[in-house]
């Protein structure tokens, strides 16, 4: 045999040789191998290996779904901070508290980029936006700017920038931002879900708030501003929120009455009662008697009149209270 003949059969072993030792590591690869990633060329911390054995009859899988999720980026690196938001269509049964739960936000959040003004008044079929992240929207007030905004919902400008997608500190005024993490003032937020007010007596509504017959002449129409609370003369009358007493005495349509200044701009008013308890001046916390139920000014009967201005209009005092 030539010396040619004996290097072309050489060769053709180590060619074959080299093919099997291929497909072994291919069906087989943690038998004969393992991985080394270096880890000290700016890949993570503290440079050195890491050796990452593939499974085997052996070692059985090291890299378990747990292992994968334990080794998955913080939410603050994988979750987006711009405001994003997704849609749901309001179903039976579906009520702010419960959809705040679902979705794992507060229920500020929903209730301030949908702009509801009253939860209980939520329709099915009614389609909301559901931000991707706990915050309120607030408009941007003349003279204000990113510092002081931040400042009032204790938040972080860099997040509301990046929320926002802001690309500098210029805002203008009327401009609605989103602050993440920011929530409602505590009354707002009562106020929206009709828990500001407790009801002031114990007793049967005999008149609402709106358009009805005068009691004095059947004739005519009138606009009742309040609602009327029947009750025995004598039984407490007690305040509806805390807040300053601003105001008794006798009025001729009122009778014996107490106005009461609250904060972000309420006033309630309690009329008709038999005696008064309290004075002005004086600082009265909720559920606080301030006088008694009673028949006195133009009245038809023994009951209280109810009435809550905000910002100096009467509202619906039935929209607040609890």
Not at 23 to 29: G, I, Y
Not at 78 to 89: I, T, Y
Request: proline letters at 3%; hydrophobic letters at 35%.
């Amino acid at each position: 045999m030539t010396s040619l003949q004996q290097n072309g059969r050489t060769n053709k072993y180590i060619f074959w040789l080299a093919s099997a030792l291929c497909l072994v590591s291919l069906v087989n690869p943690g038998q004969y191998f393992d991985i080394k990633i270096p880890f000290g060329e700016g890949h993570g911390i503290g440079g050195g290996y890491f050796t990452e054995q593939f499974s085997n009859e052996e070692s059985g899988i090291l890299l378990t779904e747990a292992s994968l999720e334990s080794a998955s980026e913080p939410e603050n690196i994988s979750k987006s901070r711009v405001l994003l938001c997704d849609s749901h269509f309001v179903q039976s049964g579906d009520n702010i508290s419960s959809l705040a739960i679902s979705f794992g936000l507060n229920q500020d959040s929903i209730i301030s980029v949908n702009k509801i003004n009253n939860t209980r008044l939520l329709q099915i079929g009614k389609v909301l936006k559901i931000p991707n992240q706990d915050g309120v929207f607030h408009t941007v007030k003349e003279g204000e700017n990113l510092s002081s905004i931040a400042q009032k919902y204790n938040a972080n400008t860099d997040a509301i920038k990046i929320a926002n997608e802001l690309f500098s500190d210029k805002i203008t005024p009327e401009t609605d931002l989103f602050i993440p993490g920011g929530k409602l003032d505590w009354s707002k937020l009562q106020e929206i879900n009709g828990d500001l007010f407790m009801r002031p007596a114990y007793g049967n509504i005999t008149s609402f708030f709106g358009w009805r017959r005068d009691p004095f002449n059947r004739s005519r129409r009138q606009l009742h501003n309040g609602i009327d609370i029947k009750g025995s003369t004598g039984a407490p009358v007690r305040a509806a929120m805390a807040g300053r007493v601003s105001s008794v005495g006798y009025d001729n349509v009122f009778g014996n009455y107490v106005i009461i200044s609250h904060n972000s701009g309420y006033r309630t008013l309690y009329g008709h009662m038999s005696v008064i308890k309290t004075r002005t001046g004086s600082y009265v916390a909720q559920g606080e008697r301030i006088g008694d139920i009673g028949n006195t000014g133009q009245s038809t009967g023994s009951h209280l009149h109810f009435t809550v201005y905000k910002n100096g209009t009467a509202i619906n005092p039935l929209a607040l209270v609890r």
